[in-house]
């Protein structure tokens, strides 16, 4: 390698982390080598808030030059949700001459091995974690995340779940030794006798289709998962999302120069207004694997039209929490409340249909009603957010203008519990702030069906009244197994509704929290420990991050002789 | 469990050869439990070879009853390559009966857990290869291999490979621990502090479509994969390959009821003639997994059509030997001999097309005319041929008459350097024994590259004329990218060839054996220690055996609660 950074000093640098990687995500137990304080940051070449701000700023209004082949336009047309136009422009790919371009360095590439390719990943996430604040500006203004949010969950939190995806790529690559000699006896006869070499190699192009609300959090598995694998990586972001992902693969190309590869193994490809251009990418015979977050629509379009490729998807669901029982109502209604107000429920682990017997629950305050429950959880969300600039850092700004068609026609579909209220956020006056909705809903009413088994991404929440304990995990286990859900919660101090909820989850595959009552959220799972996700059920074909996430973006080629 | 075997006595069975396997994976050196010689059987309770013939023949005309729910009628009609019909009528299913049955006891293997399930998987094997010579026998006269071979492959590298995927299934499963405890810092406040349990479930029913040269070699893969991942198996054997199968399938059922499970996880679904029924089977919503083997068309069919499963298939594909030099003539010829001959070639590794320059090649036995090479090659298969009893046991009987037809049609083709030849076979008068015929073709011709472009299945080669090592090299790549490929083969002193040819292997994703001249032939391949197929062509897209065949059998899922 003629290169700036050598293998040997990747190595002395970024083995340890790696090694740390491969022991959590067996383990599962707490780690991250990315600090989550903003103060963390500003010291040893990281930027600090006010940098990350100013160097944001300065991208603002310019051409953002990647230096990439086949560069036939400029386009962009970034409006942060908070109101400003970001003015930036990015490449638009001549396809035909990008695409073999991004394959010349793949042989290099793939002779480096799989630990200098986790090498080499790993010095960009460093790269990355240093411009965290740079990155959460740019999250930010495109996602319309708080800024505390933006900078954790796009910073910290991305740079963990990519460093999991390489930690999982490296050990699915080295479970195969680079040699092996091979001698079988043969009784009396001389034994036979081979020596073997396997080398893992590429797939092909793996083309990553970002997404609107977590470019970064939801971008980077699939991109490193693929790059460490020896895959080059055309990044397509979200066309109102493009910069965190731009930044990224602008960093991805530094780094990949530095250490003596092509540069062209990551490149971007921004797409003009209503272009579609993932349709056409998506079908290249270049292209062999795809990651995508997104509409069950065009996620369900990839699955069945992008043939020659292996599509990882994650689409729409519908999350439920069952509430049967508590000994810490208090608890429990603080920690729904939150779940429903963080980022005005633009997750796709966000809950929606709380399911509630209409006979009430039994909790530690007493037995309460059905509408007890509903109005003291509107009383928890209402005060958790009365306060404006308190509630500006929790909900965000509402990322487009769906969201808010939603959030409004949300009112019309029943009883309105909590109505959703517009906050003024004093720096970005053009900001969509709203907070979330509670409409309540009767479970037996046929009608009311249509509106709790559909996806209705943003701050809506629907109070379905079940008839009991039994009926509520029978509506669990049909809404998982036709709609798919990222995330199951359950309150209950009944052994026997907890067996009933775990084992229907199980049998269903869905990702279950129970008896959340502190600081710990059904929408948030934590890498090298949750999976994010099952892959099990029709919200997503794949989990983040296990073995299944990695194994088939490569294969083994073994190349034998007689000894 | 409630069982005659349990779990304690099944892990001091059987632990030690899983760890075995799991290092052996990881090392690949040589290594079986399975002892490949026939006079090893016969004490410790398994079948010497003149028992397990006596097995198989009070088989024949019976009924084999494995008292499945749902069976609606008996079918059955093999006729072996040998000449007897087997007469024996197996259970064909009412689809909509079995297929709930074999969910019931789902829930009760899931919660044995990853290593009682791997400890029941060998123990059905243990139980297998001491009746490996009843096996043998029910190989023999359903796939036409010879005895030893059908004993050998049928047998012991069967249960090598079925033994290989228990190990990759176990070690996938266990990389999650069973249960964590993740503890997060906060500061000076308490830490962030969740109890976890992770739980490998399963995909649902997995459908094996079995072959009808290779019932046992291709089947068990897919069988114990999904089995010991923990989905029930649906064995739906080739017609004329039922009886390997269905003895597995007994097994399976004895020793899963034996060990407390039910034995309805693993069931047989024989077929009416021309029934078709992989086809209704394959695209049922219970079916999660589907492994198939055998033609193109079908395999195509089930990736197309098969959406709601997994597909893991073995295609067609075209194998090819680069031949520029050697030096070691005569063992490369001998080698070649070997490979061409064994089980007349219906090997899905067998060597199709011989790539020769048209000059010649340069060997220790001096230069050598493309002439030479295709006679010195016809001479030494004709040596290696030239006496019946070893005939017959090289090559076995023809397994169809599709195969006699396109040995027939060979000869038309072109020029033939090497005629089939028929054998009598004094055992099995009605046997047809064929020897391979080798045609010469001038690859530089389009009307000859339809032939060698066509796998031809069966004891057909072709001895292709190149103009140079260049154009066999830039011929082998277009042929495994265009065709697909199981193995490659070739033979050169030349540093360049060599690169070139392993640079091709590489980036078209082909398993390359080079220059083997001895007792290891291009069409075998070990199990723990060399890839059957790459899965990165489109021969298939799967190899035996490796994390990604078992990865995406299953699903984790995560339960959390506060700690």
């Known amino acids: 390698m003629a290169a700036e950074l050598t293998a040997h000093q990747l190595i002395a640098k970024h083995r340890p982390t790696l090694d ?37 700023d300065a991208l603002l209004g310019t051409r953002f030059d990647l230096d990439q082949p086949g560069t036939d336009d400029w386009v962009g047309g970034e409006v942060s949700p908070y109101g400003p136009e970001l003015g930036i422009t990015y490449p638009h790919p001549d396809i035909d001459t990008l695409l073999p371009a991004m394959r010349a360095g793949m042989r290099a590439w793939r002779d480096a091995g799989a630990e200098v390719r986790a090498m080499v ?11 965290t604040h740079e990155l959460a500006h740019a999250v930010m203004h495109t996602s319309g995340q708080a800024f505390m949010m933006a900078f954790q969950a796009g910073g910290p939190h991305a740079q963990d779940r990519g460093l999991e995806a390489i930690a999982y790529a490296y050990v699915e690559q080295a479970r195969t030794p680079e040699a092996a000699e091979w001698t079988k006896p043969q009784g009396k006869r001389d034994p036979l006798a081979l020596n073997k070499r396997f080398t893992p190699v590429a797939r092909g192009i793996s083309l990553l289709i970002g997404c609107n609300t977590f470019p970064t959090w939801n971008g980077y598995p699939g991109l490193f998962a693929s790059l460490a694998t020896g895959n080059p990586v055309l990044v397509k972001p979200h066309p109102r999302a493009v910069l965190p992902l731009a930044l990224t693969v602008r960093i991805a ?15 971007l490809a921004a797409e003009r207004p209503d272009e579609g251009i993932a349709k056409t990418l998506a079908v290249r015979p270049e292209i062999k694997l795809i990651d995508y977050t997104g509409s069950t629509a065009f996620g369900d379009w990839l699955e069945t039209n992008a043939r020659q490729a292996q599509v990882y998807t994650e689409k729409a669901g519908v999350n439920t929490v069952v509430i049967d029982s508590t000994d810490n109502y208090k608890g429990m209604l603080a920690n729904l409340a939150f779940s429903l107000s963080l980022y005005s429920g633009q997750m796709c682990t966000t809950p929606q249909n709380l399911l509630i017997p209409r006979d009430g629950i039994t909790t530690d305050a007493g037995a309460k009603s059905y509408d007890d429950v509903v109005a003291d959880l509107a009383a928890s969300v209402s005060g958790l957010l009365g306060d404006d600039a308190r509630a500006n850092g929790i909900l965000g700004a509402l990322v487009n203008p769906g969201v808010k068609t939603r959030l409004e026609a949300a009112a019309g579909l029943g009883e309105v519990a909590l109505a959703s209220r517009e906050i003024a ?24 069906e249509a509106a709790y088994l559909s996806e209705c991404f943003g701050p809506v929440s629907f109070a379905v009244a079940v008839d009991s304990a039994t009926d509520a995990v029978e509506l669990l286990r049909r809404t998982v197994r036709d709609k798919g859900a990222m995330t199951v919660g359950a309150y209950t101090t009944s052994d026997e509704v907890s067996a009933a909820v775990e084992e229907t989850c199980l049998e269903e595959c869905a990702q279950l929290s129970l008896n959340l009552t502190g600081g710990v ?10 999976f994010h996700g099952s892959g099990g059920n029709p919200a997503a074909n794949a989990a983040l991050c296990d073995g299944a996430f990695v194994a088939n973006r490569f294969r083994v080629v073994e190349i034998r002789k007689d000894a």
Do not use: M
């Open 20 to 56: 740390q990687a491969l022991e959590t995500i067996r383990t599962r137990a707490y780690w991250s080598p990315h600090p989550e304080h903003p103060k963390a940051y500003g010291e040893g070449g990281s930027l600090s808030l006010p940098e990350g701000k100013a160097a944001f």
């Open 121 to 131: 990943s790993l010095e960009i996430l460093a790269r990355i974690s240093a411009r």
């Open 253 to 267: 190309r530094e780094v990949l120069a530095e250490t003596g590869f092509d540069p062209n193994l990551v490149c």
């Open 425 to 448: 956020n004093p720096e970005f006056p053009d900001a969509v702030v709203r907070t979330p909705v509670i409409v309540k809903l009767d479970g037996a009413k046929p009608d009311a």
């Open 521 to 530: 959220y059904v929408n948030q799972t934590a890498a090298f420990s949750d």
